[in-house]
Antibody, heavy 118, light 110 residues
Framework: QITLKESGPTLVKPTQTLTLTCTFS??????????VGWIRQPPGKALEWLAL???????RYSPSLKSRLTITKDTSKNQVVLTMTNMDPVDTATYYC??????????WGQGTLVTVSS | SYVLTQPPSVSVAPGQTARITCGGN??????VHWYQQKPGQAPVLVVY???DRPSGIPERFSGSNSGNTATLTISRVEAGDEADYYC?????????????FGGGTKLTVL
């Protein structure tokens, strides 16, 4: 059974850097074809994909946010970390991590709400 | 960048069939995946690779994809199907292939 859980601050100030951790179980990020992605959802709005990291350390980023994002993995800890720089109130959202099989997300974490406010 | 267009809302009476569309340029050449999201919950994959269902998803959920439109069809709609639905593809046509989500469709069961 695959499980994922997001953790990190619930409140960040404008201009600060957000660091979120996805801790997972039930699969290994060293297995060929496996990936973990980050997706966010502002309150009342649509899903927005942010970043993705594969078992071979290949990384993909949203074209519109690429300059602000960094995704890394720690295979030994079963964790994926996302950092987003220069946070703004418009970045207030629920942030999800999810397991990617092939080209879709088949298991999702519960999400964590991050509020950007001074 | 590749754009997926969904109607903001679809309404259907219980027992009827709901069809939710996802438009994109030549989307028929891509694999489309669909997610259901109920209020306060994380999304759940309901259809992948155009028309396959994960285990545990009722047969009432089906998908098709051709030309410029992919469609999620929910037969014999139940009150519990009321949710937001999102389509998703992998945009392999750009210099940096990436994930794309549609804007979502709110399904209302009348």
């Amino acid at each position: 059974q695959i499980t994922l859980k997001e953790s990190g601050p619930t409140l960040v100030k404008p201009t600060q850097t957000l660091t979120l951790t996805c801790t997972f179980s039930g699969f290994s990020l060293s297995t060929s074809g496996v990936g973990v992605g980050w997706i966010r959802q502002p309150p009342g709005k649509a899903l927005e994909w942010l970043a993705l990291i594969y078992w071979d350390d290949d990384k993909r980023y949203s074209p519109s946010l690429k300059s602000r994002l960094t995704i890394t993995k720690d295979t030994s800890k079963n964790q994926v970390v996302l950092t987003m720089t220069n946070m703004d109130p418009v970045d207030t959202a629920t942030y999800y991590c999810a397991h990617m099989a092939a080209f879709y997300f088949d298991s999702w974490g519960q999400g964590t709400l991050v509020t950007v406010s001074s | 960048s590749y754009v997926l267009t969904q109607p903001p809302s679809v309404s259907v009476a219980p027992g009827q069939t709901a069809r939710i569309t996802c438009g994109g340029n030549n989307i028929g050449s891509k694999s489309v995946h669909w997610y259901q999201q109920k209020p306060g919950q994380a999304p759940v994959l309901v259809v992948y690779d155009d028309s396959d269902r994960p285990s545990g998803i009722p047969e009432r959920f089906s998908g098709s994809n051709s030309g410029n439109t992919a469609t999620l069809t929910i037969s014999r709609v139940e009150a519990g199907d009321e949710a937001d639905y999102y389509c998703q593809v992998w945009d392999s046509g750009s210099d940096h292939p990436h994930v794309v989500f549609g804007g979502g469709t709110k399904l209302t069961v009348l």
